[in-house]
């Protein structure tokens, strides 16, 4: 009567190409020929891990499509808009990306004010001026929302205030950066010395000599590429409440620093960090919103920052359920650690992480993602190919090996943004 | 183009199948015509509701999830005020579980009142966190009631209030399942590593023995022409006003549907539009301001939304926006030709995910006409400059028009 189960097996990562441009700038690349498509991202190492000042990685991204010596901001939205092009260009912690999504019959169309765009922008005041006013009323409603500050304030426990990844954004901070500061930024960070090319689409040699023509010489760089700080965590693990006298629901964030990919530990925590609150059917979401209906949605997660990983488990509950919530969470940890994990509940995780692979390396956008964070982060196709090997040889003994060494709710930083009672 | 090939069911059930050999796994999409506009207006919230109870088990099924999960699946769902859509996607090997736990909880869905009592609990903390513990959260839940006065569309999909919700019973729940969850009202689409003659087989073999439970005929109060200029006026806790402008406009299936999508587009799509430009970047009126269609099978809602810069009167923001609406009939070529472009871009990368292709096949398949798939490009492409000015012209009228003014409490700060 039920159809039988073929559980799928290992794939090989699929081959990414590699080229280079005349000015040694690396550009990876995979090409589906049969789509009309093409995803062209920068990625520079110049995410707030970087800046000297708050705002100064997310504004150098964020406005380098604003303004070049001749054409204002409208010139050039107006003028990829009208090719039907559509571009993005942000910060996060450690990386600054500036993306273009083409269409391939216009991409030649595109291509020069693209190239204008990365070498030459010229951060107008008037753009800034505007652009900082915006992100401080939008920076007042996110202060609104629980979400949020939950978020941001669980970073900055973990890492102080004088570290990159915990620094927290204030209202002052939007009158103390200056266009110097965009300038600087820019030309310490947004050169061809530290810039990796990933494209994906319809990638034929044309686009390969297109980038280069564009990207491959005369990009001239001023300055020193400036080297890295080291920082040091400054973790405050306790429990914080922040208050919200109209809350509804209360916003939970527990966790704490822990081993970064390198380790050898890191994918089995990845294995017991899916059973505990990494899917649909973890422990956490059984429990906490299937049978006590305390939450739309409870999940635990790792982030693996370049420099720094952390796990984190989040939700957000009821008002007069906080306590019991937080309780219940501490229930699914220990309970992880006290007893063994069943081979039934092994083998459905087992078989639900295989098609997670199966899908994050599904079409050319996908495939390229997944090999963006293994060049990143200095990995090679066997980063990937080893995943199978580690779900098939993972057993109740290690689940609780790695639970009882990576989850000490003695050492776990715990922050309610709303109400505890 | 996307290619598919259609088939029948005796009970109704339609089944489309879009083969694609460049991938190793499978979309399979399952549309069931019902959304919040079919449910009663003393019972608002039922249809979202019960897309969650679909998941609580069935005769054969007791753990709907884990049965997907262990065949290396992923599954949601979705429901708006038309439709409810379930998917799942898996590698092609096991696509048979997918016809096995779609075709059980078709026919026998076990909803225990447990399940109800649950799903109750977990439907009341999303309307808490999504809807009324978030900033200007509620604010489509205060304007649908202003835009339709007897129309079904005038309450949102979670629900009118909380108390629906919690007043919720088992039969009711029986009820709408016998009513709704039927093979006439459904369509099935699958995309991916698949052949279609081996899906037809599969479909017969676990559809085709499903009987309807129930008989649904939709017919839904007409929503009567508005002649007045209509205002409502709210204070909450956020830090900036806020405004929402809205004006009744046709169905999807509506001849103006094209031209007036095309038309929020040159108001708000991307930094160079319209909007943007005059009254974000040059005149500083707004913060934020986006101009979009609700898109619904029934008449819509062409919406202006937007976050106002501390300073600024509502009633001037109000202004603005009216003399934007009205200088529409300067539109130029380029403008057209601009967003035509963004539109046809985004469709071709709409394309590229299997799970995409299946949800619009499906959705196509329910407009009455399935090819319409591989015609929109062609279709916005035959929008002309005066059919813009046209449909501006009759849209914009100030007795047409529908203004949320939501303001900030914290006026001073």
Redesign the interface.
Known sequence: ????????SA?ALQKINTFQLSNGIPLYYIN?S????IEIQFVFDAGAWFQKKALQARLSAGLI?DGLNNKS??EI??F???????FSAQADKDYATVTL???VD?LKEVMLLFEEVIKAPVYPQSEID?AL??LK??H??N????AYLARVNFQNRLFGNDHPYGKMLSVNDFEKISREDLLSYYNNFFRPDNCKLFISGKVDDSVLNLMNNHFGTNWDVKGNLMKETKYEVNSEVSSCYIEKS????SAIRIGGVTIDRNHEDFNNLQIVNTILGG???SRLMKNI?????????IGSGLVALKNASYFTINT???ASVTQQAIDEIYKEIDLLKAEYVSEKEI???R??L???L??SV????NLMEKWKGLILNGFDHQKFDKLFKVLNDITPEIIKEISNRYYDTNNMLELIVGKNK | MIEFKTYKLTNGLRVIVDEDDTTPLVAFNLLYDVGARDENENQTGFAHLFEHLMFSGSKNVSQFDEVVQLAGGNNNAFTSNDITNYYITLPAQNIETAFFVDSDRMNSLDVSSKSIDVQRNVVIEEFNQRYLNQPYGDAMLLFRPLVYKSHPYSWATIGKEVSHIENATHEDVVRFYKKHYNPENAILTISGNVKAEEMFMLAEKWFGSIKSKGNYKRKLPVEPEQNEYRKLEVEKNVPVDAIYMGFVMCGRTGNDYYAIDLLSDILSRGDSSRLHQHLVKDREIFSSINAYITGSLDKGIFIISGKLMKGVSLEVAEQHVFEELKSIENVTENELVKVKNKSISSHKFGEVSNLNRAMNLSYYQLLGDINLVNRQNELYDSVSLSDINRVAKSLFKKEKANVLYYRSKNTNV
């Not at chain 1, 990829?80 to 559509?86: H, K, L, S, V």
């Open positions: 009567m039920i159809p039988e189960i073929k559980v799928p794939i589906s049969h789509l009309e498509v499509f901001s409208k939205s107006e990829f808009d009208y090719y039907g092009t559509f999504y083409a269409t216009k505007k006013k915006q009323q939008e007042q409603v202060l609104e929302k629980n109209e809350a509804l629901q899917y649909f059917g919103r299937e049978d006590k209906g305390y939450t739309y949605g957000e509950v009821k083998n459905l995780v078989n639900y295989i098609g997670e199966y899908r599904d079409g050319p956008f």
